[in-house]
């Protein structure tokens, strides 16, 4: 995904809960407990594609930070969990396979990737 479609939702988001406009408060929809925006083109103008968008999937990964405390002291795990296993890892937490609380999650490209 474009960088400048992130930066023009999460201004949108920010300008929502703040003061924003009457028209930009309108693209921002509710369902199931959260905000969102639907987005039909790219920041060229151009419709998205689905080879495209699974292609891009197969390379994120993320980088999960959990806070736990461990004998009495605050640490941070950070875990790189691959865009295709994301759910599952939040999962267990809810399954109390893993447990913490998760501080971030934050997008990033493994160099490596071929």
């Known amino acids: 995904m474009s960088d400048n479609i992130n930066?023009?939702?999460i201004n949108l988001f920010s300008k929502h809960v703040s003061k924003g406009n009457v028209e930009e408060k309108?693209?921002?929809k509710y369902y199931a407990g959260f905000n969102y925006i639907k987005t039909k083109k790219d920041s060229?103008?151009?419709k998205f594609r689905k080879d495209s968008l699974l292609k891009y999937r197969s390379k994120c990964h993320y980088m999960v930070t959990v806070m736990r405390e461990v004998e009495n002291e605050v640490?941070?795990?950070s875990y790189d969990v691959p865009n295709d296993d994301l759910f599952k890892f939040i999962k267990s937490?809810?399954?109390n396979t893993l447990d913490g609380i998760i501080i971030?999650?934050?997008k990033?490209?493994?160099e490596n990737i071929v």
């Open 26 to 28: 309108k693209k921002i």
């Open 108 to 110: 990033y490209f493994p």
């Open 75 to 77: 640490v941070l795990y």
């Open 104 to 106: 971030e999650i934050d």
């Open 44 to 46: 060229n103008g151009n």
């Open 7 to 9: 930066k023009n939702v």
């Open 93 to 95: 937490f809810e399954e």
